[in-house]
Nanobody, 117 residues
Framework: QVQLVESGGGLVQAGGSLTLSCAASGRAFSTYAMGWFRQASGKERESVAAINWNGGITTYADSVKGRFTISRDNAKNTVYLQMNSLKPEDTAVYSC??????????WGQGTQVTVSS
C-alpha cells in the first residue's frame, strides 16, 4: 500500500476552478493506477476519474467529462485533479485512491470541495 494525502479543496463559486493534489509516500506509487472519488452528503461514493500507471490512459465519469482532468507526476509521487467549470452538484468530499491488482487498496482521508451557486 501507499499512504495518500489530499490537498487543494475549498470553497469556490460556480463556474470557478480548483486543483486537487494527492501526494503519495513510498516507492510503489508508479506501479499503481490512481483515481479520484467523491461522496456528497447523503449519497454513495462515486468514481470521478482514473489514470493508469504511466498516465497513458484516463477515464472519467460522464458528469465531469470535458470539465475535469486527471494527471500524475510519478517523479513527484503526486496525482492531480484539475476541476473547471465547477457546479454546485460537484460539492462533495473528494478522495484519491490507489489500485493494484484490481483492488483499490489505498485511500486518502479526503478533502472537502464546496461549490456555491
Amino acid at each position: 500500500q501507499v499512504q495518500l494525502v489530499e490537498s487543494g479543496g475549498g470553497l469556490v463559486q460556480a463556474g470557478g476552478s480548483l486543483t486537487l493534489s494527492c501526494a503519495a509516500s513510498g516507492r510503489a506509487f508508479s506501479t499503481y493506477a490512481m483515481g479520484w472519488f467523491r461522496q456528497a452528503s447523503g449519497k454513495e461514493r462515486e468514481s470521478v476519474a482514473a489514470i493508469n500507471w504511466n498516465g497513458g490512459i484516463t477515464t472519467y465519469a460522464d458528469s465531469v467529462k470535458g470539465r475535469f482532468t486527471i494527471s500524475r507526476d510519478n517523479a513527484k509521487n503526486t496525482v492531480y485533479l484539475q476541476m473547471n467549470s465547477l457546479k454546485p452538484e460537484d460539492t462533495a468530499v473528494y478522495s484519491c485512491a490507489g489500485r493494484r491488482g484490481g483492488v483499490w487498496d489505498s485511500w486518502g482521508q479526503g478533502t472537502q470541495v464546496t461549490v456555491s451557486s
